[in-house]
């Protein structure tokens, strides 16, 4: 309803590269599997509630194949709402634009995990033509000359000011769902002032904490020649203000009390793992990722074993790891990592059939991946650096019984919300293993003092007032402008 009265009619088109739909041939089924990705979770949300089109790159098997490249398609499927739009790239496209300048020059740019960003001129140049060419099929599906475009994340810096000159009256609102770094860390892009001129096009930037919004402002003012409005949080630059803000990102929380308790989920869990229903459980859930510190969470979890015998067989660590951007060799050196450290581990503390460490490194849906976490007693997300963390958020709504512990990274943009987690340094191993056994250890009453706070945090702060903060914005400048614009 909030969304609803912030559009008052207008035009939504949101960009992103991950659609919220994959179309998978399986025989000559088509499965329909919604992607790992915090983006989707967030804004799928949305979209279901306030309809429009979203125009994403088409990535499934089964639509290339099957459904013929049919660019646009009603989503959800099972309830349409919205129109998908896909755009279609060619292998090198994909190569230079995402697998290369996005995930292996600003994924690492962005996040301090200590991996080296990798710049190509060749990766960049495909950058700029795929930008490019979202930028076209926003400005065909616009209907109207000033539509509301929601851009998501770093795969589309250069696409504001694009759509910006073909649609000098659209509303953009882009979204950087990744942190922002100091100007030093950011500076070493070669084509920085590109990428800064780029999403100054937009009329809001958004992101998740104002950690990374101050980065951000600091990174221009270091590199381009602009007017900052410091008080006013907005910047000029090439006779256009852009307002630049945190909002915070969430999720939408569940509507109803979904069909199954606490135990039996437990009863599902234990038995889909062959573990007695009184075996303790700490629950992972993380695209295979190395920012995410799934080693270092493995190490705390050895460490605490170590601490700790008395809770050997009688506790399990599984992490659920869906594969992403496998064809990158740094996702493929980082994933042998994981196995092997986590079957080191195993071995050390090898015992009939149990394993301290259970690694499921598929994709789980969002049912399964309920009980996952409805069925243990602590969710450790230990990222070295995230813009957000929507796992934690997830892990909170799904403990309507009030009981679990949550172990939170600080270097999430989600620990400067959630202080009732249990807050950690990740690359402090014994800080982490002392966090697991006191999340282990923690009575009743105390879990649910902190659970039930930080589900009246999470409620409350849901997607859809992360949406409709900025939308409200968006409109309160909207306003400004046609006063402006009758005026002279
Ligand atoms: C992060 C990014 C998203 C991305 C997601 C999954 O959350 O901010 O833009 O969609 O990871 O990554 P993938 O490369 O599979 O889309």
Redesign the pocket.
């Known amino acids: 309803q909030l969304l609803h009265s912030e559009l008052a009619g207008d035009e939504v088109i949101v960009v992103?590269?991950?659609e919220p739909y994959i179309h998978e041939k399986n025989g000559n089924r088509i499965e329909v599997k919604r992607?790992?990705?915090?983006?989707?979770t967030a804004v799928e949300a949305v979209m279901r509630a306030c309809s429009g089109t979203w125009v994403a790159h088409g990535s499934g098997s089964a639509d290339r194949m099957v459904v013929d490249r049919c660019d646009r398609v009603a989503v959800p499927p099972a309830n349409p709402s919205y129109t998908l739009r896909r755009v279609w790239l060619s292998s090198e496209e994909e190569q230079g634009y995402?697998y290369g300048f996005?995930?292996e020059g600003l994924?690492p740019l962005c996040h301090i995990a200590h991996v080296r960003p990798v710049f190509r001129s060749e990766d960049w140049n495909q950058y700029v033509a795929v930008n490019q060419r979202f930028a076209d099929a926003v400005v065909k599906e616009a209907r109207t000359d000033d539509p509301v475009v929601l851009v998501?994340?770093?795969?589309f810096a250069l696409l504001p000011r694009m759509v910006r000159q073909a649609l000098p009256r659209a509303t953009i609102i882009t979204f950087w769902?990744?942190p922002w770094p100091n100007p030093e860390s950011f500076g070493i892009c070669p084509w920085r002032e590109q990428i800064l001129e780029g999403m100054l096009g937009s009329t809001i930037l958004g992101f998740h904490t104002p950690f990374h919004r101050r980065n951000f402002i600091e990174t221009v003012d270091r590199y381009l020649e602009t007017r900052i409005e410091a008080e006013a949080s907005t910047i000029s630059y090439d006779g256009k203000l852009t307002l630049v803000e945190a909002y915070p990102i969430s999720i939408a929380w569940p509507e109803s009390t979904t069909a199954s308790t606490a135990e039996e989920s437990r009863a599902i869990v234990c038995s889909d793992l062959g573990l007695p229903e009184d075996h303790l459980i700490g629950i992972g859930v993380d695209?295979l990722?190395y920012t995410k510190g799934i080693v270092e969470r493995f190490q705390a979890v050895e460490r605490m074993l170590e601490r700790h015998p008395d809770m050997v067989g009688r506790f399990s660590f599984v992490q659920i790891a869906a594969p992403?951007?496998s064809s990158l060799e740094e996702y493929q050196q980082f994933a042998a990592r994981v196995r092997k450290l986590a079957a080191r581990i195993n071995a050390r503390c090898a015992n009939g059939a149990y394993q301290p460490i259970v690694l499921k490194a598929e994709h789980h849906d969002h049912d399964r991946l309920l009980h996952y976490y409805r069925a243990s007693q602590v969710c450790m997300v230990t990222s070295l650096h995230d813009?957000m963390n929507l796992v934690a958020k997830e892990y909170i709504a799904a403990r309507e019984d009030e009981q679990g512990v949550l172990v939170l990274s600080q270097f999430t943009g989600a620990a400067r919300e959630l202080h009732e987690a249990l807050i950690v340094n990740p690359y402090h191993i014994e800080q982490g293993a002392d966090a697991l056994h006191r999340a282990l250890t923690m009575p009743r009453d105390e879990q649910r003092e902190r659970m039930r706070s930080l589900r009246a945090l999470v409620r409350e702060f849901n997607v859809y007032r992360w949406a409709g903060r900025m939308l409200l914005d968006a409109a309160r400048l909207r306003q400004r402008e046609r006063i402006a614009t009758r005026i002279h």
């Open positions: 992103s590269n991950r992607p790992a990705s915090g983006l989707v995402y996005a995930n994924w998501q994340d770093y795969h769902h990744i695209r990722d992403s951007r813009g």
